[in-house]
């Protein structure tokens, strides 16, 4: 650690230096005044919140054990896909978290979360309002945007804000905004350090580390509750989630998501290992051709706390913290997610799933069945405008544009070989299976459903920014795909516009 000595890096946190310096500790490198790309500080930042929260809470080590005994399976089973996943570059990073979630709770919280995450390249995608199912918040997904970034690594946090103004009780929630409007949940140092990358342009290597472990102490459990036990009775019998965002002195992840090759596999092992899971898997169903994103996770553990008035004894408990996997297919254009919707309403309004699990397997089996109604085949979702894919020049059309003048026709191209579609994957959220995992985990698994009041204005202001729009990137996506294919080929012309 002789670097550490030479560097001014000296308000490093102990924990971070140790998970991360081992594996990047070229005195050097950490000496360096050239500033690291925001992807790098991402990676650092996944894998210090990783650690973190394996420490924090073991159940979600045992998840992670399963997962990857899962996808080894999954894995020895399919060379194609092991082969394809290689080709991919995601093979040494398949067990890597891909997203975490937090909750916060003022507007200011929210114009600093924003600044913090652009230090590590990540941007507000998409709105999703949450109070449509009874909980009190409206969320964005912060997350990296260029293709190129995304496959460094794809790690995005699910991030919401509370909404006191639906807390009906006015004493209440003037109480609630006193309190929240008195903690400060970043460091002094860590501001400085987002300051310093919004001025300068960058981070050094020595200044991420630092960064990333200020950071880290947003994000970090706190057991003691920042006010008495009587308030938070008051404030978790108008909404546990209050409760939960109001009564501590920061955002504490509340959970971290790994990707799963198989998650039916890893819903159904979890309780032979001691992990008990939420009644369904949230979004579409089990198809061949993996469609948007399928989500599952286990119950919020109870964990003791202690309130202000009661000097540092473990009195209460609170239920806030989870572990969740997830398994990401195409993403589904405007036309395609409208028949998503409308078959996932069709199958929320014939089946309700009560809470402890009552008609689950009902639920799941007509999920599949309506699902039916929906192709399962990359050839016809293309064809049918109903997902993105990205297009490239096979070596079959570069050799034959060589010899002559090809056809237009993307169809035709495709037909003969020349033009080759990859799926698109979806690297957003669902609104209702967000719903659910947040239900699932305030111990509310029966599903509910309320008029929306959604107020993504409000939500804009308070960002600092308006949130983009996750169909403009895909559409740009595959549209900018198709474009060079067609210019590789030797084709320019308007009818690139009638791909959907
Ligand atoms: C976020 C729940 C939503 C997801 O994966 O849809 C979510 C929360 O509980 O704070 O993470
Ligand atoms: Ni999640």
């Known amino acids: ?174 109480e609630a905004e006193a309190i929240l409007a008195k903690r400060r949940i970043y460091t002094p140092r860590a501001l400085a350090l987002i300051e310093r990358h919004e001025q300068a342009g960058g981070l050094t290597e020595a200044e991420a580390i630092e960064f990333v472990g200020q950071a880290l102490e947003t994000f970090r459990w706190h057991g003691e509750a920042t006010v008495s036990a009587e308030t938070y009775k008051r404030l978790h019998e108008a909404h546990r989630l209050i409760a939960d965002v109001v009564s501590f002195k920061g955002p504490h992840i509340n959970h971290l998501t790994p990707r799963t090759l198989d998650i039916d596999e890893v819903q159904r092992r979890m309780p032979e290992r001691g992990i008990t899971p939420k009644a369904v898997i949230e979004g579409p169903p089990r198809r061949d051709c993996d469609i948007l994103l399928r989500q599952t996770s286990f119950k919020a553990l109870e964990e003791p706390i202690a309130f202000a008035d009661e000097a540092g004894r473990k009195q209460g408990t609170h239920t806030a913290r989870f572990g969740e996997i997830e398994q990401r297919g195409v993403a589904l254009t405007a036309k395609g997610r409208a028949r998503y919707d409308q078959l996932l309403a069709s199958v929320r309004g014939e089946v309700q799933v009560g809470a402890a699990g009552a008609k689950a397997t009902d639920y799941d089996n007509e999920l599949a069945e309506r699902f039916k109604a929906l192709p399962d085949s990359w050839d016809a979702m293309r064809r049918e405008g109903l997902a993105f894919f990205r297009y490239s020049a096979a070596p079959a059309g570069l050799a034959a544009a060589v010899r002559g003048k090809l056809p237009s026709d993307v169809e035709a191209l495709i037909a003969t070989g020349y033009l080759t579609s990859d799926p698109i994957v979806y690297e957003d959220f669902l609104p209702v299976s967000a719903a659910g995992i947040f239900q699932s985990n305030l111990g509310m698994d029966q599903q509910q459903n309320y008029a929306t009041r959604s107020n993504r204005a409000a939500f804009e202001d308070a960002l600092g920014a308006s949130v983009q729009d996750e169909l403009e990137l895909y559409a740009e996506l595959q549209s900018g795909s198709l474009d060079a294919a067609m210019t590789m080929l030797g084709i320019a012309g308007p009818q690139l516009k009638t791909v959907a």
């Open 1 to 174: 650690m002789i670097c550490f000595q030479k560097v001014d890096i000296h308000s490093v946190g102990g924990f971070v230096k140790d998970i991360i310096l081992p594996k990047r500790n070229d005195p050097e490198f950490l000496m360096s005044s050239a500033f690291v790309s925001t992807d790098r500080i991402r990676s650092l930042f996944t894998e210090a919140m990783s650690q973190m929260y394996r420490t924090e809470v073991p159940q979600y080590g045992t998840l992670i054990e399963l997962v990857a005994d899962v996808n080894r399976e999954v894995l020895a089973a399919n060379p194609e896909l092991r082969e394809r996943l290689n080709r991919a570059g995601e093979l040494a990073r398949i067990d890597v978290e891909r997203h975490g979630a937090i909750r916060l709770g003022t507007a200011e919280e929210l114009f600093t979360i924003r600044r913090l995450f652009a230090v590590m390249g990540m941007q507000a995608v998409g709105y999703y309002d949450l109070s449509v199912a009874g909980v009190p918040v409206h969320s964005t997904c912060f997350r990296p945007i260029d293709e190129a970034a995304l496959s460094v690594n794809p790690f995005r946090v699910f991030t919401s804000l509370l909404r006191l103004e639906l807390i009906e009780d006015e004493t209440l929630r003037a």
